[in-house]
């Protein structure tokens, strides 16, 4: 059974920085390209940051281009994404979630880590 | 990017009546690269159909997914109590990948 468990989320004040993990088991992690999604109080959801099963390729949403990164240790089961310069309008839900491929949905999700951004 | 617009806001409906759910696109969704989630309160959202139309698995056949293009609906034929929830459409054709606003379905 494919689970993945987030962590690292609290609370921050703006400008502040924090980083996210996500614990993967269940398949072969190194295989599946994996993202964080977001999804604010109240609102919809926003995808924010993908990586490719080797980690050689990144991708990231227009919101958080050049302040969030995302990394994983294929070796540790672990997907990272570190943010900086936090702002109040990243406050949300941090899902990480598994996609099977590049041209697929998310088949997989984790239970969220809330990120609170506030002074 | 794909910008889905997804209608109506809430929907108010009885338990056993059927439901639909529209998620229309800025521009062509190719390939029908076009996923529905579920998701209920304080929960993850849980994959209910891909490729616009392909169910996943354990997913009730209640359930349907239908549309190409630019226009796609979510049916639910008959409501359970389980079934009210949001429902978000996604499309995962090109970066960024983009959701609609989602659909409330609520009990009447």
């Known amino acids: 059974e494919v689970q993945l468990l987030e962590s690292g989320g609290g609370l921050v004040q703006p400008g502040g920085s924090l980083r996210l993990s996500c614990a993967a088991s269940g398949f072969s992690f190194s295989a599946y390209p994996l993202s964080w999604v977001r999804q604010a109080p109240g609102k919809g959801l926003e995808w924010v940051s993908a990586?490719?099963?080797?980690?050689?390729?990144?991708y990231f949403a227009d919101s958080v281009k050049g302040r969030f990164t995302i990394s994983r240790d294929n070796s540790k089961n672990m997907l990272f994404l570190q943010m900086n310069s936090l702002r109040v309008e990243d406050t949300a839900v941090y899902y990480c979630?598994?996609?099977?491929?590049?041209?697929?949905?998310?088949?997989?999700w984790g239970q969220g880590t809330l990120v609170t951004v506030s002074s | 990017e794909i910008v889905l617009t997804q209608s109506p806001g809430t929907l108010s409906l009885s338990p056993g009546e059927g439901a639909t759910l529209s998620c229309r696109a800025s521009q062509s969704v190719s390939s029908n690269y076009l996923t529905w989630y579920q998701q209920k309160p304080g929960q993850a959202p849980r994959l209910l159909i891909y490729?616009?139309?392909s169910r996943a698995p354990g997913v009730p056949d209640r359930f349907s997914g239908s549309g190409s293009g630019t226009d796609f609906t979510l049916t639910i034929s008959r409501l359970e109590p389980e079934d009210f929830a949001v429902y978000h459409c996604?499309?995962?054709?090109?970066?960024?990948?983009?959701f609609g606003g989602g659909t409330k379905v609520e009990i009447k």
């Open positions: 996604q499309q995962y054709v090109s970066t960024p990948l983009t």
């Open positions: 990586i490719n099963g080797g980690g050689t390729s990144t």
């Open positions: 490729g616009a139309s």
């Open positions: 979630a598994k996609k099977n491929n590049g041209y697929s949905p998310f088949d997989s």
